[in-house]
């Protein structure tokens, strides 16, 4: 047993099980076989697997998610999309590129934003949010901004839209199918707020 749990987990390796009852349940400690290693790169999750049984901190973060969305003229909707999408809200998730925290935050990228810890839920959903606004006003078209949050603006203007990669393609049709989920079944108010 230890020699299965030294072998095939690093520090900060984030794993899940699913128990019978079909809550996911989310480590960085494995004790057992069962659990599988959790990758932040994989794909955003499906709608149909969104509820706070799947995803235990579904609404932990609403209330900095209303305040970024105050401060950065955004819907709080479109804002939990992405950090959903991006670190299935987990504020510890790191890539294998180096993104860190809820919003996925490159360190370049959390550098410019002003970002001085993107460990920080508070921290990263505004730099996050900050980022999701400067491409709303670069783009001006909901589908390039969240495109260019993916692969980054530079690959929008080099392809003149949503770049050919599958993963990009993906992300964005996810994300905005989890935006009109949210808007639909899941609303944001300020009562939510601290």
Do not use: C
């Amino acid at each position: 047993m230890l020699l299965w749990l030294i072998t095939t987990g690093l520090a900060g390796d984030i794993w899940q099980m699913e128990l019978d009852d079909g809550t996911l349940v989310f480590t960085d400690s494995p004790t057992h076989s069962g659990y599988k290693p959790f990758h932040v790169d994989g794909p955003p999750p499906e709608r149909a697997r969104v509820s706070s049984r799947s995803f235990p901190l579904l609404d932990t973060w609403d209330y900095l998610i209303l305040q970024a969305a105050e401060r950065y003229y955004l819907e709080p909707e479109l804002i939990k999309s992405v950090v959903l999408a991006e670190s299935g809200m987990n504020p510890r998730a790191l890539s294998s590129a180096g993104a860190m925290g809820l919003m996925q935050l490159m360190p370049g990228t959390a550098s410019d934003l002003g970002v001085t810890d993107p460990w920080d839920p508070e921290q990263n959903i505004d730099g996050g949010s900050r980022y999701i606004r400067e491409q709303l006003d670069n783009f001006g078209d909901l589908r390039r901004a969240i495109a260019a949050y993916h692969a980054g603006p530079g690959n929008v203007r080099r392809y003149g839209g949503i770049p050919p990669f599958e993963a990009t393609r993906t992300y964005v049709a996810r994300v905005l199918d989890l935006y009109e989920m949210f808007r639909a079944e899941r609303p944001l108010y300020k009562s939510e707020s601290r």
